[in-house]
């Protein structure tokens, strides 16, 4: 599946559509979903205070561990250091906060760019735990984007909310007025539409 | 007869920008706003008509730009349905930035609970903060039908002009009820308006509403007010030196028919109100002196020469 292959804004008037999409695609670029949505499709009803949402995700990036962005070995074997080198500098700060928020602040070194150095009780155990903690979760800050996006996205004041998440099928119902089931039937019908496509 | 006032912007470097002031003074104009920016100064003035080539002349010399700003001594109400943080940028910002450029003074008003259609409404508290201002600019959204069915009722008790922008632009005045003008393509949007159309929209706005202002201008004039907000604000800036210690950009604000005196009101309004004029009046028998909505502030509303008898 491309990025955004599908990218649907309908509405009771079609430019008003036209403009919420361009709202849409703002709020898509602002929080770098573009890349994770591979079709969606949004449908607003003004006149019945309604705005429904489904998206299918492509397939999710996986868990990111300290081995996959550096090499963990021994350091100094006399001061019991474990030495950490990052070859992915993208994902330093959150390794920064896992390993001040296990050893503290005292504890943990970066002598230079690149290179972290922790004095560690047990070396080899902590290597080894080292090596599997996982330092990011892209599947849970999606997750997190795509609420943000659909509070964004959705007209103010809709604050009935509706949302179901199953896999890569996002699907999401907001009003002012309490939800109707046959609307959340209408938003799966479109996720399942958006599913069968091509 | 007092000199006819013209309202112009004056942009250039802080050196020697003393000297425009000076000549400002001694032609018997108005400064009425000044906001340096590090070694820029823009000055908000009210030029003497024959005498605007004068200021001209010396700002050329000194490397400026005099540009005439229309709107100039008014304060706007910029009401948005609301102001959430996760809607930013609100495309209410942008219209307040472009009237300002044309010199009015802004305040930005998100209404408590205005968001919605069904749901939205406006308080009393509001409503009264917002009829302090010379005109009201609502700004709407995309969808037309809720612009004439749900919004209007925001407009309701409103009592100055009030002024609606939107997305749709086949809407006409006449189909938002209780508005005195609409004006479309300035809907929401997700960023700040800087495309081609969505400027030329806002460009269209700043010129319709110059229309609202100079027709207010004129219904004034036909029963002018005994004084004119410029020389209060002069007067202030004499007899009353704590307005000096007013760290806000605009002490005291101009409006069409008053003034707002950013002082607190009860250690400060009976000085504004024995506020001395050379006529040998004190301010309180020309004009109405209140308690403002807004924070703790004075608000000066000028009376009429119909209600005074003469003007100073």
Redesign the interface.
């Known amino acids: 599946m491309e990025a955004l292959e599908t990218f649907i804004v309908e509405s009771t008037v079609q430019e008003e559509g036209e403009a919420y999409r361009s709202i849409v695609s703002d709020i898509i670029t602002e929080l770098i979903l573009g890349g994770a949505i591979g079709r969606i499709k949004v449908v607003v009803r003004p006149e019945d205070s309604l705005f429904q949402m489904a998206i299918i995700l492509r397939g999710s990036q996986p868990m990111v561990k300290l081995s996959d962005i550096g090499s963990v070995e021994t350091g100094n074997i006399v001061k019991k250091e474990v030495k950490i080198s990052i070859t992915e500098e993208k994902y330093l700060s959150e390794l920064l906060e896992l390993l001040w928020a296990r050893y503290g602040r005292t504890k943990v070194f970066q002598p230079e760019r690149n290179t972290l150095i922790i004095n560690a009780e047990d070396t080899d155990s902590d290597i080894k735990f080292l090596k599997d903690m996982v330092v990011a979760d892209p599947r849970r800050t999606l997750q997190s984007r795509l609420v943000e996006m659909a509070i964004r996205a959705t007209p103010e004041g809709f604050r009935v909310r509706y949302h179901s998440m199953d896999s890569h099928k996002f699907v999401f119902v907001a009003s002012e007025d309490p939800l109707k089931p046959e609307w959340i039937q209408e938003a799966h019908q479109m996720v399942t539409e958006l599913m069968e496509e091509k | 007869m007092a000199a006819i006032l013209e309202p112009y912007i004056y942009e250039g470097g802080i050196h020697k920008h003393s000297l425009i002031t000076e000549l400002l003074e001694d032609l018997g104009g108005y400064l009425i706003q000044k906001v340096p920016a590090a070694t820029e100064v823009t000055l908000v003035m009210l030029i003497p008509r024959d005498d605007v080539h004068l200021i001209e002349e010396l700002g050329k010399k000194l490397l400026g730009k005099l540009t005439r700003a229309p709107l100039t001594g008014t304060e706007i109400a910029v009401v948005s349905?609301?102001l959430?943080s996760?809607?930013l940028p609100h495309s209410a910002c942008d219209i307040a930035e472009f009237m300002r450029r044309g010199g009015a003074n802004t305040n930005m008003i998100g209404l408590a609970r205005g968001?919605?259609?069904?749901?939205?409404l406006s308080d009393n508290y509001e409503r009264k903060l917002i009829n302090e201002h010379d005109f009201a600019l609502f700004s709407f959204?995309?969808?037309?039908?809720?612009i004439k069915n749900k919004k209007p009722k925001l407009l309701e008790g409103i009592t100055i002009p009030k002024i609606v922008t939107g997305?749709?632009c086949n809407l006409k005045t006449e189909d938002v009820a209780n508005a005195d003008l609409y004006v479309g393509n300035i809907?929401?949007?997700?960023?700040r308006l800087r495309k081609s159309d969505e400027l030329g929209a806002l460009d269209v706005l700043l010129e319709k509403v110059v229309e609202v202002v100079e027709k207010m201008r004129e219904d004034i004039a036909k029963d002018p007010l005994a004084v004119l907000p410029a020389r209060v604000m002069k007067e202030i800036h004499e007899q009353i030196p704590d307005i000096f210690n007013v760290l806000s950009p605009a002490p005291v604000t101009l409006q069409l028919d008053g003034l707002r005196v950013k002082l607190p009101y009860g250690e400060f309004h009976k000085k504004v109100e024995n506020l001395e004029f050379d006529e040998g009046l004190k301010l309180s028998d020309m004009a109405v002196i209140t308690p403002s909505k807004m924070k703790n502030y004075i608000l000066v509303k000028i009376k009429r020469e119909s209600e005074v008898g003469f003007t100073a």
């Open positions: 349905p609301t959430a996760h809607h968001m919605g259609r069904r749901v939205s959204g995309t969808f037309s039908d809720c997305g749709p809907g929401r949007v997700a960023h």
